[in-house]
């Protein structure tokens, strides 16, 4: 007799919706004495195109929202990542060749010195990022960390790891600015 073998199933999980309790009450004292089960309305994973934009028309934060933003974190967050990988690849093989004109070598310091403030920058900036990209996944993203406000869909376009409203970023700057005047 031939051994059977054991076939693994692939589980894949699903979001559910599910009508809540009001609206089932509210439902059933229209139709009296029948039961009503709450609809369940499965979501696959959104997809967007790659020259999805997003519109002021659509539910703010919808998932498409969500899925676009999450793409362009991503990809800003690679490219990143790429340049500060070459930059510092490259910047390590210059350590070699040490000139004996002291100009030179001041210049060389320099320079290094520089790129080496704007990878910090970029560090910095991918951390952002990957808050930004928890704030998604909370679903807290595009709001105001102050206010809970909407940020508004042209301000994230234009800066998408912005934390604040226009309006509470200013505040924290100006409060920033006069702290660091003590």
Same mark, same amino acid.
């Given at each position: 007799m031939?051994?059977?073998?054991?076939?693994? /199933? =692939? %589980?894949? /999980?699903?979001k559910?919706?599910?009508v *809540? /309790?009001s609206k089932?009450? +509210?439902?059933?004292?229209? !139709?009296?004495?029948t039961?009503?089960k709450p609809?369940? %309305?499965e979501?696959?994973?959104?997809?967007?195109?790659?020259?999805?934009?997003?519109?002021?028309?659509?539910k703010y934060?919808?998932?498409?929202?969500? %899925?676009?933003?999450?793409?362009?974190l991503?990809?800003?967050?690679?490219?990143?990542?790429?340049?500060?990988?070459? +930059?510092?690849?490259?910047?390590?093989?210059?350590?070699?060749s040490?000139?004996?004109?002291?100009?030179?070598? *001041?210049?060389? @310091?320099?320079?290094?010195?520089?790129?080496?403030? *704007?990878?910090? #920058?970029?560090?910095?900036?991918?951390?952002e990022i $990957?808050k930004?990209?928890? !704030?998604?996944k909370?679903?807290?993203y595009? @709001?105001?960390? $102050?206010? *809970?406000?909407?940020?508004?869909? =042209? #301000?994230?376009?234009? #800066?998408?790891?912005?934390? @604040?409203?226009?309006?509470?970023?200013?505040?924290?700057?100006k409060?920033?600015?006069?702290?660091?005047d003590?």
């Amino acid at each position: 007799m031939p051994k059977s073998r054991k076939v693994k /199933k =692939k %589980v894949t /999980k699903v979001k559910i919706k599910t009508v *809540a /309790k009001s609206k089932v009450k +509210a439902i059933s004292k229209s !139709r009296p004495k029948t039961t009503i089960k709450p609809k369940v %309305v499965e979501k696959g994973p959104i997809k967007i195109s790659k020259t999805y934009e997003p519109k002021e028309t659509e539910k703010y934060m919808c998932e498409k929202h969500k %899925v676009f933003f999450r793409m362009k974190l991503q990809d800003w967050k690679k490219e990143l990542v790429k340049a500060n990988n070459e +930059a510092l690849y490259n910047g390590s093989m210059d350590d070699n060749s040490i000139s004996a004109d002291i100009v030179d070598q *001041a210049s060389s @310091y320099t320079d290094k010195n520089v790129e080496m403030k *704007a990878i910090n #920058r970029q560090i910095k900036l991918i951390s952002e990022i $990957d808050k930004a990209l928890l !704030r998604i996944k909370d679903d807290t993203y595009g @709001y105001c960390l $102050d206010t *809970a406000e909407p940020i508004g869909l =042209k #301000r994230l376009m234009a #800066r998408p790891v912005a934390k @604040y409203t226009i309006a509470a970023q200013e505040k924290h700057e100006k409060n920033e600015k006069v702290h660091a005047d003590d």
